[in-house]
């Protein structure tokens, strides 16, 4: 099975269960692992062989953008299901989130959660 990657893709939504997190859009880092096989792309050279890439990061962010979260484990599972629900030629995902929790920041740089589904 190939795998094609898409990392750092930058999402701006309210996250978080505090109060303060409630109020201000936070910047968190998403990464997916689409896997497929790109035997038939590869030999064409033809986009329309392959999954569009910029669709799937179009996706992703015009949904995740538009909600609120609670939790990143969230964001991941919801990822990795809109992917593969829209996106029958993928065989599996691995959606990664990671953020900077404002309320942590002096005791670690990020957390992050993935799933694959």
């Given at each position: 099975m190939d795998k094609i990657s898409l990392t750092g893709i930058k999402i701006n939504c309210i996250i978080g269960v505090n109060a303060d997190e409630k109020t201000v859009k936070q910047e968190l880092l998403l990464d997916v692992d689409l896997f497929l096989s790109v035997q038939k792309a590869a030999q064409s050279d033809n986009l329309n062989d392959?999954?569009?890439y910029a669709e799937v990061l179009s996706?992703?962010?015009k949904t995740i953008e538009s909600k609120?979260?609670?939790l990143i484990e969230?964001?991941?599972q919801?990822?990795?299901e809109l992917l593969l629900k829209n996106y029958p030629v993928l065989n599996?995902?691995?959606a990664a989130v990671c953020?900077?929790?404002k309320n942590l920041l002096e005791q670690l740089d990020a957390v992050s959660a993935q799933v694959t589904r």
């Open positions: 392959t999954i569009n996706l992703l962010r609120q979260f609670n969230t964001i991941a919801q990822s990795a599996k995902v691995t953020k900077k929790p």
